[in-house]
């Protein structure tokens, strides 16, 4: 399974998500790079159509990253990945489905955490 975003700049979005996600590629190519974010499943970067992630375009969809375990660990990543400077667009706040918060890559898409559910 891949999961993926778009982006301008592959070697800034690799940088961004090496750092958030505390893992290196698993895959690297000038336009496209993977990381095995859990066995079998991949998230992936593609620079391959960069005239659609333009900053003035919207960004209207979520990427949905969803943690096992308490409630807490929303808070506890939220705390650790702000200390890596990210970009916070909502807090940690109980919504319907548990604990979550919202934040942006580089290219403003939005990541949304939340628990498992």
Do not use: Q
């Not at 975003?5 to 592959?10: E, H, T």
């Not at 992630?53 to 990427?63: D, G, H, I, N, Y």
């Not at 942006?104 to 949304?112: A, E, H, M, Q, S």
């Amino acid at each position: 399974m891949t999961v993926g975003v778009l982006g301008r700049d592959a070697e800034k979005a690799t940088a961004f998500y090496s750092d958030l996600f505390d893992i290196e590629p698993t895959f690297t190519s000038p336009r496209y790079v993977a990381f095995e974010v859990a066995p079998g499943v991949l998230f992936a970067l593609w620079t391959g159509r960069s005239e659609h992630a333009e900053p003035s375009t919207p960004r209207t969809c979520e990427v949905g990253l969803m943690l096992p375990g308490v409630a807490s660990a929303v808070d506890e990543t939220f705390k650790r990945w702000v200390s890596k400077g990210i970009h916070v667009i909502e807090e940690p706040h109980d919504d319907v489905f548990g604990r979550t918060f919202l934040i942006t890559d580089p290219d403003g898409n939005l990541i949304r955490v939340s628990p498992v559910d």
